[in-house]
């Protein structure tokens, strides 16, 4: 039986590989930079590209004990790991902010941190609105930053942004009081019944309901029933609907209930 070629055999348990530990230190080289200018980039409100761009040139201008130089996007971008468009859009941002200055074609930060002016560039927008930036074409500053970089500016625009929902007016519907009231009827009675049913929370609301309404009163006027006294009763007895007062049916006709008990029997009584 012929033996399988090492070659074709995988190692189970992959090399090692020996990663090399990088350690910081000043003998490699150092900048000497400000207390209070390291402080006030700290603090600036800047997002984590403009931050990376800043320290940047902040390495390419003290690191070389120099004010300003003439420094290419592509080294910033070796720096920082960014394009070299996204690094300029972060450039020209930082120059409308007073944080970067020119100097011809020569560039370094800005010193005077009282003359840093966030307010000049909307760091979340996609376009840079203030008259001193207008310089800025729109093609540089179209994707200044994305959401994924710096989501707590997005989340603080989108709240900013949002327009307020404003409620729907409720439309009047149908109206009982501004129908035609027949020449039978009492308007100020009909009236009266309506804002009953109104604050019965039993309000009329269709014409159907008014009809019927009126069909009811008509035919209880022709049984001899005025339509007045029939809203006030059903009023009064709390009624939804309309009804009649009821006919008086307690006492007999042709006979009259005795005030004192009587002794014997009248006549006819039986």
Sequence with gaps: MAEPALDNVSPIRPDLRVVERRVADIDDGYTRIANELLEAIASADLTAR?????LAYVRKTYGFNKKTD????????????????NVNKAKKELLSMNCLLMDGSRIGVNKEVSAWQ??????????????????????????????????RHTL???????????????????????????????????????????????????????????????EYLAEGNDPVSVINHSIANSYQGLYPPKANTGKRQGFQQPSKPMNYIPEGFS
């Design 50 to 54: 403009q931050l990376k761009v800043m």
């Design 156 to 218: 603080k625009t989108d709240k900013e942004t949002n327009t307020p929902i404003v409620p729907k007016s409720k439309s009047h519907g149908f109206d009982p009081m501004a129908v035609d009231i027949p020449e039978w009827l009492n308007k100020a009675a009909w009236q009266e019944w309506v804002q009953y049913r109104k604050e019965s929370r039993k309000s009329i609301n269709s014409q159907l309901t008014v009809t019927k309404a009126f069909n009811k009163l008509q």
């Design 70 to 85: 003439r420094i290419a996007d592509e080294q910033i971008a070796h720096i920082t790991g960014l394009s070299r468009q």
């Design 118 to 151: 966030f307010s000049k560039c909307l760091q979340v927008s996609n376009l840079v609105s203030k008259p001193e930036t207008l310089s800025v074409s729109n093609l540089e500053t179209s994707g200044v930053s994305k959401p994924e970089t710096h989501k």
